[in-house]
């Protein structure tokens, strides 16, 4: 018997599952295998150069080599609330109402602890993210799922299974875009859902991580109208700025929680990386390349559409933004074997949807955002053929 067992709260959460992906990835490419991933969702480019000249100059800088206040500096957070207040109508004050974060999961993090005690139930929408499932195993909280309603080649909002839990529920979770399935709220939809929380005394915590890469027109928040108490939002600049690498998210909210916040970044980081933000004042305001960057995704996304729709083991479920479309296919394999089946056959790689909870399972998380040019017409071909056996 072992005299020193590792946490028994640890121990019930389950390895990072994109670890063992890309591992594999990474092992067949190293034995002279082209293989296309589309697995992590990193995006294919990075700041343009001059982005990086700038960059360069502040290096001097010698606060870019020390820490910077706990919730970010200052002149970043402004830049932030600029970008959100000029790009979508949301005022916040950056002093107490924005904090930089360690990328989004610490974000969420954050905004979970200043929200719940333990034993509260935290509600993910299923298919969901699972950083924010592990998260909410090892706070001592309860989890609760609802699936999704998956019907015409959708995903849709499951509101009538929302609405009989609502009163059981402290904490609602909604990631939209969607990770993993790309579908995005309209904007009547996340009125609704604001009212439904709000009525109920229920948090809404939003992860718009893929906000920049929303292809249907609802961008609606309710940032936008004032500021509900009961919304904090978050998300990354890995995508939006091609700066996976840097770890810099953002939390915004009510001044009061994000109080709270700042107490468990201080505990588990202290502060972002003061070079990513320095990186971040030099690269917000490329607002031209950036709407590149978003279009040369949606290019993708419909490239990928047309090579599932293309193949008759596969069933295309409509992705209204973000990096990745959650498809179904064929057979009667799980999606982990199937993920396995098509790397070590095809060079494709992909996430298995059974690690998005069980609506996942018989389906595979497909990034198309993550291919560099060259890899979309070879990527794609390879998909429209790719069959999973059984």
Known sequence: ???FPPSARMASVVMPPISGIMGRIFDLRGRGRTVYSMAQAVPWYSPP???LQRFRKRLEDPGMHSYSPDPGFLSTREAVASDLAARRGIGLDPEREVQLTCGASQAFLNALLSVTSAGDTVC????????HLFAVQFSDLRHLSIPMEEYGGTWGFPWDGLREKIDSIDVLVLVNPGNPTGAVLTDRE????VSLTGDSETFLLIDETYERFVFTGHKWHPWMDGGPEHVLTFGSFSKSLGIPGWRLGYLFGSGRFLEQAIKVQDSVV????SPAQFLLEEAISEKEWISEMS??????????RKALEANPGFHWRDAGGAFFTLAAYEGEMSSQDAAIHLLEEYGIGTIPGSVFGPAGEGHLRISFGCLAPGEIGPAMELLSEVSVPG
């Not at 993910?124 to 950083?131: A, M, R, S, T, V």
Request: aromatic letters at 12%.
């Open 124 to 131: 993910l929408i299923e298919p969901y993210y699972f950083d």
């Open 49 to 51: 150069d001059r982005v």
């Open 1 to 3: 018997m072992n005299r």
């Open 270 to 273: 202290i502060c972002p990386p």
């Open 190 to 193: 996340m009125e609704e859902l």
């Open 295 to 304: 279009a040369g995704v949606l290019y993708r996304l419909n490239e990928c």
